[in-house]
């Protein structure tokens, strides 16, 4: 006698809606767009390469981003949270600036591919970042630093951070004049005088002594226009 077939099940449907743990999240989106600005610059970051990177269709991004831009906010916020501006309103403003530069060209020099696109990105909408320049903004109000100048003195100082955090990607013979050497002799002697190491922490530690020293005078009494000089 032929044994009996057990009759076969239907495979189980997937519930409707969405799922219990969601595929997507906007710190998952955030690391792939990290990733996507790193190897193919902001040109190479689309919607479309960010789906397909996430193996998601381009529509479900929206469920959680709006637009390109605010994906670019997002990893500006996500790098920024990095930055430790927790000196100021501790210390005194000068060693908290020092302190804050230097916590900024660490998290921007992991990241160096992002540099050129964080710089242009509005902060609106950008918590973690928000918070910092709050913090910061406090900070030299608070040591009396005018309204009209604190938002210049936090943009001359992130020119300078942003710009030595591209250095540390610089070749170590980024200043060699090769064969041009003896049409630069001055410029060819002050590079091979140049002591080795961390060129790029030795030059960035130069300009931001150089940064705060000019921003001390700037900051003395009597110094900003239309501040009249106290009396010790």
Same mark, same amino acid.
């Given at each position: ?5 057990? $009759?076969?099940? $239907? ?45 998601? =269709? ?16 997002? %990893?500006?916020?996500? %790098?920024?949270? !990095?930055?430790?501006?927790? =000196?100021? !309103?501790? /210390?005194? &403003? ?5 302190? &804050? ?37 406090? !900070?030299?109000?608070? =040591?009396? &630093?005018?309204?009209?100048? @604190?938002?210049?003195?936090? %943009?001359? %100082? ?25 049409? =630069? ?11 080795? !190491? ?13 940064? /705060?020293?000019?921003?001390? @005078? ?5 110094? @900003? ?6 009396? $010790?």
């Amino acid at each position: 006698m032929a044994p009996s077939r057990q $009759p076969s099940r $239907p495979a189980p449907r997937r519930p409707r809606g969405r799922p219990s743990n969601p595929l997507l999240t906007v710190d998952g989106i955030t690391a792939a767009a990290v990733r996507l600005l790193e190897e193919r610059g902001q040109d190479g970051l689309t919607m479309a390469a960010l789906a397909r990177r996430l193996d998601v =269709a381009p529509s479900a991004l929206y469920n959680h981003v709006a637009d390109k831009q605010d994906v670019l906010r997002a %990893v500006q916020d996500h %790098v920024n949270a !990095g930055i430790d501006c927790s =000196a100021f !309103g501790v /210390l005194p &403003w000068d060693e908290a600036l020092a302190a &804050w530069a230097r916590s900024y060209r660490d998290a921007y020099a992991r990241h160096p591919a992002l540099v050129p696109v964080m710089a242009v990105t509005p902060v609106r909408s950008a918590p973690h970042t928000v918070a910092m320049y709050e913090r910061v903004s406090a !900070g030299l109000t608070a =040591a009396g &630093w005018p309204a009209h100048l @604190v938002t210049n003195v936090v %943009v001359a %100082v992130e020119s300078f951070v942003l710009g030595s955090a591209l250095d540390t990607q610089a070749p170590e013979d980024i200043f060699d004049p090769g064969d041009l050497a003896a049409a =630069a002799p001055a410029f060819d002697a002050a590079n091979r005088a140049r002591p080795g !190491g961390d060129t790029a922490l030795a030059a960035f530690e130069v300009g931001l002594q150089a940064l /705060l020293t000019g921003l001390r @005078v700037l900051r003395a009494p009597g110094s @900003v226009p239309g501040e009249e000089r106290r009396t $010790p």
